[in-house]
């Protein structure tokens, strides 16, 4: 049927219910994901290779899909097709954006090493320049960004990560940035260095122009901090603040000790606004896509291949107590001026050692 694709809606729903037997199949065990792809992969290979423009946002869904259900890395099939997903023409099609950008975090996830040996990591940069300039996509370019310094070996990133840093900060010049690019940095920022460690992320961007963090933190991260919604999102925000706090030598320096106080009161005031953010439900989703559907660039997510919602990437850490573990440590290092009146203030009670 793809070789006359006329009814948006008929599509729409093959493939959900595609997604919807991808979900139940691998639910029930190991290695069934890889058998589906194995009997799919020949259609949906021709499919990719035609480019039948009203098919491959479906089929981009449905590979992610199997590929986040992999119980090992990738396969032949998976590494002879990933040239396929670099080229320009399908990420010239917002419709096909969203779906590849998933699979491409899927391919770093499972197989880091083959992504630089087979010389795909530039081609992927360049994906993420080109979705970093866009103000409809740039928040798509944080979750591949995302994957890249999580999964990407340290060694593999030092070249590169300065241009990447120089891209963003084109964007947070005021003529450029929205309010969208922004909380998207910042939570991207925490997340690297919740990975990763405040004074590791810290070097790096003051390597770019000195002392520019502190600028950052003083008109991007304190203005914008309170902006951020979502639970986990906010999460890994305070994850990320105390780790600069107490963790990160130079937030005790001159030039950011100023700053010191404010950052803490970020923190708490993150705990006392928290959010309990609830995920859209099937139904409702599904409400927004009964739509008038038509084929063309837009994205029409399948309902039963969303990710997993709550894909807490600090599932094993209790921001709060972290926060009075590690304020318990530098407060007995008495390299914060006033800080046991200031948290007296605050009604914070530190946990006894």
């Not at 590929?67 to 097709?81: F, M, T, V, Y």
């Not at 920022?189 to 919740?194: E, N, Q, R, T």
């Not at 039963?304 to 107590?321: I, R, W």
């Not at 009075?324 to 914060?336: F, P």
Request: charged share 20%; proline share 6%.
């Amino acid at each position: 049927i793809y070789k006359h694709p006329t009814n948006p809606q008929f599509t729409h729903y093959l493939f959900e219910t595609l997604a919807s037997l991808v979900t139940t199949v691998c639910r029930q065990g190991p290695n069934l994901a890889e058998q589906i792809e194995a009997a799919t992969f020949p259609i949906f290979s021709e499919i990719v290779k035609e480019d039948v423009s009203e098919y491959t946002p479906y089929i981009f869904q449905i590979m992610a899909q199997l590929l986040e259900n992999h119980s090992h890395g990738l396969n032949d099939n998976n590494k002879a097709i990933l040239p396929s997903f670099l080229m320009p023409i399908y990420w010239e099609r917002q419709g096909n954006t969203p779906a590849l950008v998933r699979v491409l975090q899927a391919y770093i996830k499972l197989d880091s090493a083959f992504i630089i040996q087979s010389n795909s990591f530039m081609p992927i940069l360049g994906i993420f320049q080109k979705l970093i300039s866009s103000k409809s996509l740039d928040y798509l370019a944080f979750y591949l960004l995302e994957s890249i310094v999580e999964y990407i070996k340290l060694s593999d990133l030092e070249q590169p990560l300065p241009q990447i840093f120089k891209l963003i900060f084109t964007r947070l010049q005021p003529n450029s940035r929205t309010v969208s690019f922004t909380k998207s940095f910042l939570v991207f920022l925490s997340f690297f260095i919740g990975k990763k460690g405040g004074s590791y992320v810290v070097d790096k961007i003051n390597a770019i122009q000195a002392g520019i963090f502190q600028m950052i933190i003083t008109n991007i991260w304190l203005p914008n901090i309170n902006k951020v919604t979502g639970k986990i999102e906010r999460k890994m925000c305070s994850i990320a603040m105390t780790k600069l706090l107490c963790e990160t030598p130079i937030m005790l320096q001159p030039g950011y000790i100023e700053n010191w106080e404010a950052l803490l009161q970020a923190n708490l005031k993150s705990f006392r606004e928290a959010e309990e953010d609830a995920p859209a439900t099937e139904a409702e989703i599904a409400l927004e896509q009964e739509e008038e559907k038509s084929f063309g660039g837009v994205f029409s997510q399948l309902v039963h291949s969303t990710k997993p919602e709550g894909n807490d990437p600090f599932k094993d850490v209790n921001p709060k107590l972290f926060l009075e573990q590690q304020l318990r440590i530098i407060a007995s290092t008495g390299k914060v001026p006033n800080l046991d009146r200031f948290l007296s203030s605050t009604g914070l009670v530190l946990p006894v050692s």
